[in-house]
């Protein structure tokens, strides 16, 4: 199956990408390069392109007579959505508009849609199912959200088959650790223990100690990156039988910040500075996913369960990498 992957420069993009052609099927990457990395896109056909331009979308999508297509190219900074609200729902909900239009004029029906937990907002109870509400708390999750209704609807037509993937933290090095994480600026957990570890950020911050947790810090669900997008070659492949999929992606076992920051020390064999700080608004205390729709319908099993070889997979990465892909 030939897959146009929008956004297959950036992290999670360049694994799936990879991890395409490791299963036989031909992908292309579609990526302005905003936030993705030439680099990490390795032999993939290669378009430079940016969801705005919705004829260079319908172009390619011709050009390679495209089956199937991933959509992985979102913004995904909370703070900067709260703070500049209209880019991101620019950038998020509106490109997918243009992206959609232009399956429809190709004749494209199949997507898988990289979504988030953002969608939940603060859960009423945990761990989180598909069913729990849906009520985002931020301009981010909100645009993720909006552009779930969007494919709802366009299903309905008849003219779209999806799949939606409701990430939590997803997290290590894919393909053999030779595709890392390589945000700018970064904002994930384990990436940035990971920088104080190698002395590329003076400290680690721990926003709130006082949560009613066992040792007062956030608890998190973070899944390896091979295991979120084995989920997405199942899910490419359940819509052939499908219309519609709605899963979350986590193991189901959440870690706390410290035990992060634990984690990253024993296996590093490194010490670095690490500050308390206040809570940060809008922090639930915990966020752990009931994934067991993935486990039933994709039939998918994630591989990666315990903390530790994730930190080891991102520790391996980032010590070869210590600037990134440094392009």
């Not at 703070?79 to 209209?86: A, D, I, R």
């Not at 899963?247 to 670095?272: H, K």
């Amino acid at each position: 199956m030939r897959v146009l992957v929008c956004g297959g420069a950036g992290y999670i993009g360049s694994n799936m990408t990879a991890m395409l052609a490791q299963a036989g099927h031909e992908p292309v990457v579609f990526d302005n390069l905003s936030k993705g990395h030439r680099a990490a896109v390795g032999r993939a056909r290669f378009v430079y392109g940016d969801l705005a331009d919705e004829r260079l979308l319908s172009d390619t999508l011709n050009k390679y007579a495209v089956d199937a297509v991933m959509h992985f190219a979102a913004w995904i900074e909370v703070g900067e959505s709260v703070q500049f609200p209209l880019r991101f729902y620019k950038n998020n909900f509106c490109h997918a508009r243009n992206l959609l239009a232009a399956m429809q004029d190709a004749g494209v029906d199949k997507l898988v849609f990289s979504s988030t937990a953002a969608v939940y907002g603060i859960p009423q109870t945990v761990p989180i199912s598909e069913d729990a509400p849906t009520d985002p708390i931020n301009p981010y999750g909100d645009s993720k959200l909006a552009v779930e209704r969007m494919l709802r609807f366009q299903c309905e037509t008849g003219r779209l088959r999806y799949a939606v993937l409701r990430y939590f933290n997803a997290c290590g090095a894919g393909d053999g650790r030779r595709l890392g994480e390589d945000h700018r600026p970064e904002s994930h957990l384990i990436p940035l223990v990971i920088q104080a570890a190698l002395g590329k950020r003076e400290d680690v911050k721990i926003f709130g100690t006082d949560y009613a947790t066992p040792d007062g810090t956030c608890i998190r669900d973070y899944i390896h990156v091979d295991d979120l997008c084995r989920a997405h070659l199942l899910a490419l492949d359940a819509l052939e039988d499908e219309p519609q999929i709605i899963c979350n992606l986590g193991n189901g076992t959440g870690y706390s910040v410290r035990e992060v920051i634990d984690t990253v020390r024993a296996v590093s064999g490194r010490s670095f500075k690490v500050t308390e700080a206040p809570r940060r608004a809008g922090d639930p205390p915990v966020l752990t996913a009931d994934a067991s729709r993935a486990r039933t319908r994709l039939r998918w099993r994630p591989e990666y369960t315990d903390l530790a070889p994730i930190v080891e997979s991102a520790w391996a990465w980032h010590s070869e990498h210590p600037n990134g892909y440094a392009e």
